[in-house]
Nanobody, 125 residues
């Protein structure tokens, strides 16, 4: 069974940095794309950042230039967050699309996905 475990959340002051990590446990082939989402209080979960198997990255406009997503495309997905703002307080989730063991990350028919349980980020003003 594949599980994603996030870590690195915590309490920081506005303007500070935090690095989140997502570790994949269980058998997978390789990562097709990996994402970070967040859910702030009172709002729906929103997409924040993505990295694809060809190492392209995409970011929510509000975080571009401050957040950086990294992945070895096998077991870990990190999110480096800088200049954090109080309104970015919330639960951050890792979401990974990956291939089943023995299959390439580009074999669409053998892709599946999993969510992590989330890690709390609190930014004080």
């Amino acid at each position: 069974q594949v599980q994603l475990v996030e870590s690195g959340g915590g309490l920081v002051q506005a303007g500070e940095s935090l690095r989140l990590s997502c570790t994949i446990s269980g058998p997978i082939g390789s990562i097709n794309n990996a994402n970070w989402y967040r859910q702030v209080p009172g709002k729906e979960r929103e997409w924040v950042a993505k990295v694809t198997s060809d190492r392209r990255t995409e970011y929510l406009e509000a975080v571009r230039g401050r957040f950086t997503i990294y992945s070895d495309m096998h077991k870990t997905v990190d999110l480096q967050m800088r200049s954090l703002k109080p309104e970015e307080t919330g639960v951050y989730y890792c979401y990974v699309v990956y291939s089943l063991p023995g299959y390439s990350s580009t074999y669409v028919r053998k892709l599946t996905s999993t969510w992590g349980q989330g890690t709390q980020v609190t930014v004080s003003s």
